[in-house]
Every structure is written in C-alpha cells, then in structure tokens.
C-alpha cells in the first residue's frame, strides 16, 4: 500500500515520510470533502451537465459495476467536468510560493525571497469564454488531441489548481480519485439536485472554499432503462 512504498522508498528518511503522511491524510480530507460539495453544486445546478455525465457513466460500466482504470480512460466528460468544476472553485485559495528572484508584476517590482499567493480559481475572460459558466465541454478533446472547442484554445497554464512541476499537490492523484468514485457511486443511483433556497447560491474562503449557507441537497432515485 501507499504507506509502504514510502517506508521502502530508500530515498526517504522517516521525516519525510511522516511530513509526506501528514500531508497527504490530514489536507486530504477537508479539501476533497469541500471539493465534491462544488462539485455536486455544479452538476445539480447544471441539469445538462449531469445528465450528459450520467449517460457517459451508464455507456462504460452501467448502473452496478464499480469504476477501474480501465474504465476511467474511457470517461472523458467525467474527467472534464471535475477539472471545470476545479478551474472555477478550487477548495483552497491558492498556492504559496517563495520567488526564487526578482520579478516584475503591473509595473510593480517584487524582490526575490517574497512570498506569494497564486489564486487557484481561473476565470480571466483574458483566457477562458464565458469563464462564469459551467461548460466541462470546453476541456474536451478530439481523437487527434486537439479541444473540441477550436475556437478557444486555453493556455496550458491558465488552470493550474494543484500547481505545477516537482513541488505540486502531493495529494491530487489521491483526492482525483476519491472524487471519481464518489462521483460515479452517487450517479449511478441517483439524481443531485438543490431546494430552491440553496438556488445561486454564493461561495467564500476562509481556508477552503465555503457556501454562505449550507447547501440544501436533494437526492432523488434515478429510474432504470
């Protein structure tokens, strides 16, 4: 298992495993819980959405098989619509850096050694059309690897919500697929939806991302075809 492979990993000491632990369990557990409350929120809100995901779910592996590797690769709008739903409420706010030198931002120059705060929501109309809409469909790629939506190609680093590079999440593999079970689990059963008092509703952060109120969440039995 995870625990093992980092006792055996002959490249860490035991504090690098319990700092690597610490991380990976404790700032594991609100964020994906706060990440699927946004998540659900999205698709019940987004009715299209979720009834397209559910469709995919039914094609690949129906209403009772449990979600594999195999399986996953064959689920592309799932995949999209997460990282939508990440691109636009991340559940933390950003990610800290150390500048490794000067640089300059809007005219302003920041020394080097400065601390910073990368905002891990993304929604410039600089990168993304219609960044407050929920499109999963904007992630979407054709067989020969290019976005569906030719039209508006996105940067490849306009949406970085784990970072990027050696020090990124050490927890975004883990969270992912927590969040593809669960995600899967509930659609195949059943339909999300929110009362309507919990209808655009608003979001904050504090540490993560918070709704002004608590989401009123419906679930309803889906019916089989």
Same mark, same amino acid.
């Given at each position: 298992n995870l625990l093992f492979s980092l006792l055996n990993d002959p490249n860490l000491d035991f504090e690098d495993i319990r700092n690597l632990t610490n991380t990976l369990y404790v700032a594991g557990t609100d964020s994906t819980a706060k990440s699927l409350q946004v998540f659900f929120y999205n698709l019940a809100t987004n009715p299209d959405k979720q009834d397209r995901l559910h469709r995919e779910i039914m094609e690949v592996i129906g209403p009772d098989q449990p979600l594999t590797p195999e399986a !996953? #690769? *064959?689920m592309p709008y799932l995949k999209a619509a997460m990282k939508e739903s990440f691109r636009m409420m991340f559940p933390n706010m950003g990610i800290s850096r150390f500048l490794p030198k000067d640089v300059v931002l809007s005219g302003y120059r920041v020394p080097a050694g400065?601390? @910073? !705060? @990368?905002?891990s929501t993304s929604v410039s109309k600089a990168y993304f059309e219609r960044p407050d809409q929920? !499109?999963?469909?904007r992630w979407l790629r054709a067989h020969d690897g290019k976005r569906l939506d030719s039209a508006t190609p996105i940067h490849?680093? #306009? #949406? !970085?919500p784990f970072g990027y590079g050696p020090r990124n999440c050490i927890g975004r593999r883990f969270a992912e697929q927590e969040m593809y079970i669960a995600t899967v689990k509930v659609l195949q059963r059943l339909r999300v939806?929110? *009362?309507p008092e919990s209808e655009g509703m608003r979001f904050t952060y504090s540490i993560f991302v918070e709704p002004e109120k608590p989401i009123a969440f419906t679930f309803s039995k889906r019916e089989r075809n």
């Open positions: !996953l #690769a *064959r400065t601390q @910073i !705060l @990368i905002c929920y !499109l999963p469909e490849p680093m #306009a #949406a !970085l939806g929110v *009362r």
